[in-house]
């Protein structure tokens, strides 16, 4: 149940619900209407609903529970029956504005529409189609191509933020003929970074700006330029609960910082010809990351250390700490310093 996250982008007029009424009462009778519209914070207007072509009966403050289902999400509030006319048809009813509702992700993974043109092989034969939906699991696409289920394909689209997605592999799991073309449901092979970091990056992203995801949700970021711990460290955050994405160059870290900042950076202190310690100290010289969860991991030798916590770092790693442990140490950081935050 919710009480501060915004409810408003669930609401979709023409969208269909399911209106209890006297939900306390054994046996009350349900009926499927439709949104009609909103005034946020005030009411929310529904087509009066009906039993067969007569309006069903409903009276002032009456509670009713209202249920519906939006973009893989199962939503329903509690609210009272405000008013409603009496027109013979195209008759309204209004119900409170919910001070309290429950929203449950019945989908494996947030799904988001899109229209990006995509080429994959099926052999050594090039085909074209469109992706029409995309989420971290898998995407659905449109195409005069015959396949079947199963169907192993490299796939390859261009993210709307610009980014390329190369000959992913997916595997088909449905088609669904329709007129020449079909509808194919595709999943993504899994341990693939493009998918991984590049594809739910945008996702996320996307679902915040539209609201339909809390910008609070705890999130972080690791940057490794060739990701071997960074992985299994990220398998193990992601089973606590935190959203983990790994970011395999320093550009592409840095524009992430500045559009979605995580709740924490984990940067890997050996990264090749790079200097994790110069990274990290550039992030904690960028106005607005300055006091943000930063710890370095794999670091080769004490030295590092010292230097580390001159420049704010919130903690250091040594190559042969464990991922179960570094996990234990950074959630632990994490929790005691969101604790304080909420300590008048």
């Not at 509702?101 to 052999?123: A, D, H, S």
């Not at 010289?285 to 300055?290: I, R, V």
Request: net charge neutral; proline share 6%.
């Amino acid at each position: 149940m919710s009480t501060d996250q915004d409810f408003e982008p669930y609401l979709q007029v023409g969208c269909p619900v399911a209106f209890h009424s006297d939900p306390f009462v054994k046996d009350a009778p349900r009926y499927s209407t439709v949104i009609r519209g909103w005034r946020k914070a005030s009411y929310i207007l529904m087509d009066r609903p009906k039993i067969g072509v007569h309006y069903a009966a409903i009276r002032e403050n009456q509670p009713c529970v209202v249920r519906f289902v939006r973009d893989g999400k199962a939503c329903a509030f509690d609210s009272l029956v405000l008013d409603w006319d009496t027109r013979a048809c195209n008759a309204y009813c209004r119900v409170e504005w919910p001070r309290e509702f429950k929203i449950v992700v019945f989908r494996r993974f947030e799904r988001i529409k899109v229209e990006l043109p995509c080429e994959f092989f099926i052999g050594s034969d090039r085909n074209s189609g469109e992706v029409l939906d995309l989420s971290i699991g898998g995407c659905r696409i449109c195409t005069r191509a015959s396949m079947s289920v199963n169907t192993l394909l490299p796939l390859s689209f261009v993210l709307p933020d610009g980014c390329p997605v190369d000959r992913v592999q997916c595997e088909v799991r449905n088609v669904q003929p329709v007129g020449e073309a079909s509808y194919v449901g595709c999943e993504f092979v899994e341990g693939q970074i493009c998918v991984e970091s590049n594809v739910a990056f945008y996702i996320t992203t996307m679902l915040e700006r539209t609201g339909v995801r809390s910008a609070d949700a705890e999130t972080i970021l690791i940057l490794d330029l060739a990701p071997g711990t960074a992985r299994e460290v990220r398998r193990i955050l992601q089973a606590r609960g935190y959203e983990t994405f790994i970011a395999t160059d320093v550009v592409d870290a840095f524009a992430r910082l500045r559009i979605a900042p995580p709740g924490a950076l984990l940067i890997n202190a050996s990264l090749g010809e790079l200097d994790g310690l110069l990274i990290a100290r550039l992030v904690r010289m960028t106005p607005g990351l300055e006091s943000l969860p930063l710890f370095l991991f794999n670091v080769p030798e004490p030295g590092v250390d010292e230097k580390a916590k001159t420049i704010g770092a919130s903690g250091c790693f040594a190559a042969e700490t464990s991922p179960v442990q570094l996990v234990n140490t950074i959630v632990t950081r994490l929790m005691t310093a969101r604790m304080h935050r909420r300590t008048p």
